[in-house]
């Protein structure tokens, strides 16, 4: 036979299936998971109990960790010393075990996160808490097994007197479950556990009476008490843990913010880091300096702020963006009957009492067969006392010790047991004095059989000293409460101006949707000039505003959406640099485009709120000449994304939108030159995402080239073709119209053989009171510029002048007002 024929085939799958299914059971039965008995990993177990048989205990003098590491890894844990140890520092950090298991001496780590020094250099032994989870392991209360090389025994799961699972709380992360059971209060979870042995059928809103919530080591403020009432019903849940905080005055009129407890499992360095990144990122404005002043008489972290800052918004802002609160997720998983399960606190607690009948029954059981088999050997030596002649001559005629044993068993009717003692009895045993003191010890041991069988006969007896035992601990160990629990969650709500300083700024926009925000001193330094700013080619400055950078911008497009940006969202850049794209700022479909910027001033939604319909409106104004008008106030909004500001059909787009205070009128003009004068309160208020009304009736083959917000009778309306012809006409010369009718002419356009056309169509109509600079841009992309008073004053029906030269085969496409420059204070 061959080498090859040795060998059996397999599929991959069912190897690795096979393979990773053992893998899983040992990570989760043997690594990761607690017993919900003991609330113990393995690891942990196996630590303690190498510490207790070798005799490392409370009352003797700490021992070397690395003898302990030894004993465990040797006999019970083939692991790297690492895990092992790493379990064992775990158990001696107060700020990790609401009550620490193993008695550190030495290095033993920080709530730093600074590591423990190496096992050679620390110390250890047992606390006197851990000796009540193996109270009781040498009388036959729990399963032993052999260890991993069969050479000794270990324990399946501790005695564990008090309901360590909750009051220890434990993580865990094993292959396809993960387990976050946090630390509770001693008194509570004791007091909890009496109550459902007095009243089984308790619900967990009963328990939640007794058994408040956690009970971080690290203190704190708990928040969600529904997020506690469903990780108690179904084992998961989400609280939110806020730190311990207080707001100080200081000499100068300064304030500080003092922590004094921070959530439990964050590590305090990091935290003081994160705290100190965002005042040197100017993310937060108003801290001055950061401090870590913690030492032996408690954490104390402080927050030194810049006189006039806003304290209590910038803690807000604090607790919101750092980890002085954070949300704790709890995901109660234990082994039950070998198998993971997801467990409420009933189902624990529940767990944990019929764990403690086992232990007291086995143990009860233990001291009865003791008590029992000491009160047959007394009785024996009584009896044997009573006839003493007759047996010291017995044993005197005997051969041997065995010979001797035979003799009492068959001539007295003596038991082996009750021979073997007679025999080894004590001279000094045959004084009056001693023979009174057996028969006393007969009687007590006799009471003691009848007290260990009544609880054993009674199960109220039974959960009767499961009881005392829990109340002995309770009252031995029981600590105040340290974290302080609230009902309802705080919302958390940051002020801008504690994130944002308040500086005058100048934002500009260009036609190709370059951005930038620049301080008014380098506009200043750079001269002062508009025309000075950063551009790409061919670019050219479209809007420009003086803002503050707690102010907002409304970008609204042609396809009827809007943005709202922060100013202080947009990159600062020196005046003769280009700026960025707009795009990084918001998401703006390359189809789209930018029709008006509306800002709106720090604080003003709030008030626009308050004023209801008195308040400002938004007026839009599409292509067929529908016309909306709608409340500024319903354009409040802190998403970032596209919102639909008007609803426009197929085929139809934004072409002109305006703030509105006070209801005025607007012009309609459209590109064959027709216009119409309608009054804005003839457009009935709408919401945010209707289509409008009627403004003009269009003809076939029109559109809407522009609307305008005119009132009175001052002023002109400026038209432009897209040949290059313009011409103002009179506002006066404009008389108010009905909603929705054809309108009057505002502009002839001149066609024929034999005439000069004037253009095909309007390009731009504008409403001027002063002279101000017109841009034009033609469909190849040249710029040009003219003064509106240059054009010609006409009547209505004008045929308008030429502007400039404008090539026929380069039509204008767009015209836009050029930006005026900042008003200076």
């Not at 069969?150 to 094993?174: F, H, M, Q």
């Not at 044993?395 to 003692?421: C, G, M, P, T, Y």
């Not at 010609?792 to 005026?820: N, V, W, Y």
Request: charged share 25%.
């Amino acid at each position: 036979m061959s080498l090859l024929e040795n060998f059996l085939p397999a599929f991959l799958e069912e190897v690795v299936g096979d393979r990773f299914g053992r893998y899983s059971k040992y990570i989760i039965q043997d690594r990761a998971i607690p017993d919900v008995r003991d609330g113990l990993k393995p690891v942990q177990r196996r630590i303690l109990y190498a510490m207790f048989d070798s005799g490392n205990t409370p009352d003797k003098p700490y021992r070397k960790s690395a003898k302990t590491v030894g004993d465990v890894m040797g006999n019970y844990h083939p692991h790297g010393d690492s895990s092992i140890y790493d379990g064992m520092v775990r158990m001696a950090q107060p700020w990790k075990m609401g009550h620490t298991l193993v008695d550190g001496h030495g290095n033993w780590g920080s709530m730093d996160d600074d590591p423990p020094a190496a096992m050679r250099y620390t110390e250890a032994r047992l606390s006197a808490i851990a000796m009540e989870l193996l109270r009781d392991i040498d009388k036959r209360t729990v399963l032993f097994k052999d260890n991993f090389d069969n050479t000794t025994k270990e324990p399946v799961v501790l005695p564990a007197r008090y309901p360590n699972l909750l009051v220890n709380g434990v993580s865990g992360i094993s292959s396809g479950f993960a387990t976050e059971i946090p630390p509770h209060n001693l008194r509570e979870v004791i007091d909890a556990c009496t109550a459902l042995i007095d009243n089984p059928d308790m619900t967990v809103a009963d328990l939640m009476k007794i058994m408040r919530g956690p009970d971080f080591p690290t203190g704190g403020r708990i928040m969600g008490e529904d997020g506690i009432r469903e990780a108690y019903e179904t084992g998961k849940g989400r609280i939110y843990v806020r730190s311990k905080t207080a707001i100080e005055d200081m000499r100068g009129g300064k304030q500080q913010i003092v922590v004094t407890e921070i959530p439990y499992q964050v590590v305090k360095s990091k935290l003081v880091n994160s705290i100190d990144q965002l005042r040197l990122e100017k993310k937060v404005e108003g801290i001055a300096e950061v401090r870590d002043e913690s030492g032996r008489a408690g954490m104390r972290i402080v927050i030194e702020l810049k006189k006039d800052a806003d304290a209590e918004g910038i803690l807000a802002y604090l607790l919101k963006k750092t980890d002085l609160q954070v949300a704790y997720n709890f995901n109660m998983v234990a082994i039950v009957n070998k198998a993971p399960r997801q467990l409420g606190v009933k189902a624990m607690l529940d767990a944990y009492v019929a764990h403690q009948r086992e232990v007291v029954t086995h143990r009860t059981q233990y001291d009865l067969e003791k008590a029992e088999d000491r009160a047959h050997v007394l009785e024996g030596l009584v009896k044997a006392l009573n006839l003493l002649d007759a047996v010291i001559e017995t044993i005197k005629a005997s051969k041997n010790r065995q010979d001797a044993q035979n003799n009492l068993v068959a001539k007295f009717e003596f038991s082996e047991r009750q021979a073997d003692a007679i025999l080894t009895l004590q001279l000094y045993r045959l004084t009056n004095l001693e023979i009174n003191s057996l028969q006393k010890e007969h009687a007590e041991t006799m009471k003691k059989i009848n007290q260990l069988r009544g609880i054993l006969n009674n199960p109220k007896k039974l959960m009767g000293v499961i009881k005392d035992e829990l109340g002995e601990i309770r009252g031995k160990f029981g600590i105040d409460r340290r974290s302080v629990i609230q009902g309802e969650v705080e919302e958390l709500k940051v002020n801008l101006e504690v994130t944002v300083p308040a500086e005058e700024v100048l934002v500009t926009l260009s036609r190709h949707g370059y951005v930038k925000r620049t301080s008014m001193l380098s506009f200043t330094r750079s001269g002062g000039d508009l025309g000075s700013t950063g551009l790409r080619e061919g670019d050219q400055l479209r809007w420009s505003l003086q803002l503050n950078t707690l102010d907002s911008l409304l970008l609204f497009t042609q396809k009827g959406m809007y943005y709202q940006l922060p100013v202080h969202q947009i990159s600062e850049f020196k005046w003769k640099e280009n700026g960025t794209a707009i795009v990084n700022l918001i998401g703006l479909p390359k189809e789209d485009r930018i029709m008006a910027v509306i800002p709106v001033k720090a604080g003003e939604w709030k008030a626009l709120a308050e004023q209801g319909e008195q308040g400002p409106a938004l007026v839009f104004v599409t292509k067929r000449g529908q016309v909306k008008r709608t409340l500024m106030a319903e354009y409040a909004t802190n998403r970032s994304a596209a919102i639909a500001a008007v609803k426009v059909a197929d085929g139809d787009e934004v072409r002109s939108a305006f703030r509105s205070d006070t209801p005025q009128e607007i012009l309609l003009v459209t590109e064959q030159g027709l216009s119409i004068r309608i009054q804005e309160s003839d457009v009935s208020l709408q919401g945010r995402v209707a289509g409008g009304v009627r403004g003009i009736q269009l003809r076939e083959g029109d559109a809407v080239t522009d609307g305008l917000h005119v009132s009175g009778d001052e002023g002109e309306i400026l038209v432009i073709s897209d040949y290059g012809y313009a011409k103002r006409s009179l506002l006066l010369d404009y008389p108010p119209q009905g909603r929705g009718g054809k309108g009057i002419q505002t502009f002839e356009i001149k066609e024929g053989k034999r005439v000069r056309p004037n253009g095909t169509r309007l390009v731009a109509a504008y409403y001027v009171k002063d002279d101000v600079g017109i841009v034009t841009v033609t469909a190849g992309g040249a710029y040009g510029e003219f003064r509106s008073d240059s054009t010609p004053l006409e009547d209505r029906r004008g045929t308008g002048r030429t502007i400039g030269a404008i090539e026929r085969t380069d039509p204008l496409s767009e015209t836009f007002l050029k930006p005026l420059p900042p008003q200076t204070h």
